[in-house]
């Protein structure tokens, strides 16, 4: 370790070393790119386009948006904490399993989560067969109701998570302290967990709020009919079968609004807990026994029973077909894996870059962009980049590499946000340390940020590889007859009456999206010092 | 060594022009899939051609509008495959497509005439059923909207057989179309995105009915050996999808372009379609029509032409949609 000039360590944000410099340049030259790469396709869209007013529908469509985006959001963060509660303190066999799994259900194609929900919840699944066997009605999945459950069935895996991530992230010796004092869950709640939520919620919230904002799919199928209308599909139409570029761009532009205000809300809530380090120590405190646990344990099965059932149908419906694939399946599935760990890599080192600039100094304009692309309509997004990008080279070239840059840009919100709240936590506990220690630069990448940062960097990483696998939008818009990824192939087997097919090739493709994810994260949390 | 050399260009150069001129034409994605029509129709246009067919698949029959209006006059495809007739008079209001100047001689059940689109394939939209389930199925669509069966439907704002039902039910009922729509209401469990998804909700056990094509047992029939799906023969007639395809007026290919156009109307483009797009060919070929296909032959069928398909649409998706929205 290099001598300090003057022998003391020196102060936060020193400059002479630097590493805080570079931190920074690196977050900026990243949150343009990023601001570039989502505005400038809205910005085309909007050249090519002529005014346009929104109508009494679209209006109709943005408040049902709203209403379906809060519930879902809201519905999914309030039962996750009990759940992240219960997988926090309580140890049971398959419990790694248990947490592992809620990777699943956020990672499947849509309309495979859609049928593997019916399997379960619809007209003559699972729930209404169970009821009609002891004389009750049957009931809807379709409506509001079915397009909150679908998002939360989504949803409430990611939350559950980021929850769970939360509590992990309270030192034990808090814990051990609480106890010394003789504290009652009731205090352990308001004076540890209460400051936890109180930081992770609002981003979790967001997050998924931002997220079923731009839902079509999802909410028209079980929405049931015009009056699920959401803005992305006033989008889709706007772009399929009007051809008006303009409805198209405002309405993009007014997805981006609904997300910036609620980006302002989650801000103004959220505060910081400021536990300060830990020592790691694995030992937990001793978790409240009597009703408390017969209420965990009664929570841990109702959430493993929501998840697995549908998770159990779309295996269930995927195996006959196995045997009846295309040959096409098996390029198209390497394409889709070269483009998972692609935008993987890509977006776990940019996102970690914005989460380190601004743990080290709060920056609003950065984590402002950081959320943009989850605000962004991938049809717009997509329509945008084929207009930048048709003048100069035949789109159907640019299908792999702009799906790859498209999908780095999605999942990145979401590395972000799980990367932030430990990259605050580690700065604020460990950057004097590190500084009086001359640790910079890769050094400190490598002996500090990595390892402490292992566990949130796995599981995002995890998450972005196994998005990447499954989205679909932007690749149809600049699909080629050589292209076709997986999804696409889903798609297409669809299409063609071969549905056994089509379930073969979903199953396929979330087993190996699950893959993936598990080996991000078991990585991740192998390489966890804690 | 000054004539070898420009004896050696000009070797050069000859083997430039004789490269094998390329052909594109923009489909819809399950045109070119290898179990859709594309592959084998490749193959058989190549050996007339001396040319590079390539088939570029792009979402569904609206999705190639959008692209071919995105790329305006730049496009590199010579011909747009895969548009209906609900679609071909904006396709035509763009000014980017050239007349045919083919004669269609097609065995369409109505006349098909337009100066800029050849109709290549054809079918009924048709309510299909499962015949194990449902065995007296509805005979019209009052009758439909009086059960208490359950049916599942694509949205008109997203699908081209969602299109197609809000034109048959304009063309059958015109001015009563918003009543029928408020009676269908309470029949509708759900209104999806695509034909896939309706289509897989019906297999499913979702829903009784799904809105597909009179030609969809036959692909059980054929394909899986499946007897089990029937279509619903209703009083009021068949709207008709016709789809078609037109030469781009920008095209670096004419020649190429015109002699695919007339050769999408022989047997070598025809006989593929029926076991592989699941639709009537435009034109029977000489061997016939696979068994399976002549199970239900609506009396009558109804076609809105272009310019009243468009005319029409704004309206009666406002109708649709107050309808449904109640």
Known sequence: MRPLPNGRPPCRGDMTMGGPVITRLGAAAVAAGLAGFVLAPLAALSLRAEGFTPTPADWAAVRFTLLQAALSAAVSTLLAIPVARALARRRFVGRRALITLMGAPFLLPVIVATLGLIAVFGRSGLLNGGLSLIGLPPLSIYGLHGVVLAHVFLNLPLATRMILQGWQAIPAERFRLGQSLGFAPRDSFRHLEAPMLREVLPGAALIIFTLCLTSFAVALTLGGGPRATTVELAIYQALRFDYDLGRAATLAGLQFLLCAIAASAAWGLARPAAFGAGQDRATLPAAPGGWRKGMDAAVILAAALFLILPLGAVVLRGLPGLADLPASLWPATLRSLLVALVSATLSTAAALTLALAVAARPNRLFDAVAMLPLATSGLVLGTGLFLLAQPLVPPARLALPVTILVNTALSLPFLYRLLLPEARALHQGYDRLASSLSLHGLARLRWLTLPRLARPLGFGAGIAAALSMGDLGVIALFATDQGATLPLVVHRLMGAYRMEAAAAAALILVTLSFALFWACDQGGRHADPA | ?326
């Not at chain 2, 002699?259 to 797009?277: C, E, S």
């Not at chain 2, 009396?299 to 309206?315: I, N, V």
Request: aromatic share 10%; with cysteine.
């Open chain 2, 1 to 326: 060594m000054t004539k070898l050399l420009a004896a050696g260009l000009s070797v050069l150069a000859t083997t430039a022009m004789a490269e094998t001129p390329v052909l594109t034409v923009l489909t819809y994605d399950s045109f070119v899939s290898e179990w859709g029509p594309g592959p084998a129709i490749e193959k058989a246009f190549e050996a007339t051609c001396a040319c590079d067919l390539q088939f570029v698949g792009a979402g569904d029959g609206a999705a190639l509008l959008a692209r071919i209006q995105l790329e305006g006059p730049s496009s590199d495809a010579d011909v747009v495959l895969g548009l209906d007739t609900n679609l071909t008079a904006a396709a035509t209001a763009t000014g980017l497509f050239a007349p045919h100047g083919i004669t269609a001689k097609t065995d369409l059940p109505v006349p098909f005439d337009d100066a800029n689109f050849l109709p290549f394939d054809w079918g009924w939209f048709a309510f299909v059923y499962d015949n194990t389930k449902l065995t007296t199925p509805p005979t019209s669509f009052t009758d439909l909207a009086a059960s208490d069966l359950k049916i599942v439907i694509q949205d008109p704002r997203s699908s081209t057989p969602g299109l197609g039902l809000l034109m048959w039910v304009k063309a059958a009922y015109g001015d009563k179309a918003p009543q029928i729509w408020a009676d269908l209401a309470d029949n509708i469990v759900t209104v999806t995105p695509g034909w896939s998804e309706a289509y897989g909700l019906f297999l499913e056990g979702e829903a009784d009915m799904a809105l597909s094509y009179t030609t969809s047992p036959a692909y059980h029939l054929i394909a899986e050996q499946d007897a089990t799906k029937s279509a619903a023969p209703f009083s009021e007639g068949h709207y008709m999808q016709v789809e078609v395809a037109g030469k781009l007026a920008a095209t670096d290919q004419p020649a190429l372009a015109d002699a695919f156009l007339a050769f999408m109307q022989t047997d070598g483009f025809q006989a593929v379609i029926p076991t592989t797009n699941w639709m009537y060919p435009a034109v029977t070929p000489a061997a016939g029509l696979p068994e399976g296909f002549e199970s239900l032959r609506p009396a009558t069928s109804l076609l809105l032409s272009a310019t009243e398909a468009q005319a029409a649409r704004d309206a009666a998706l406002a109708e649709w949609q107050t309808a449904l929205s109640r």
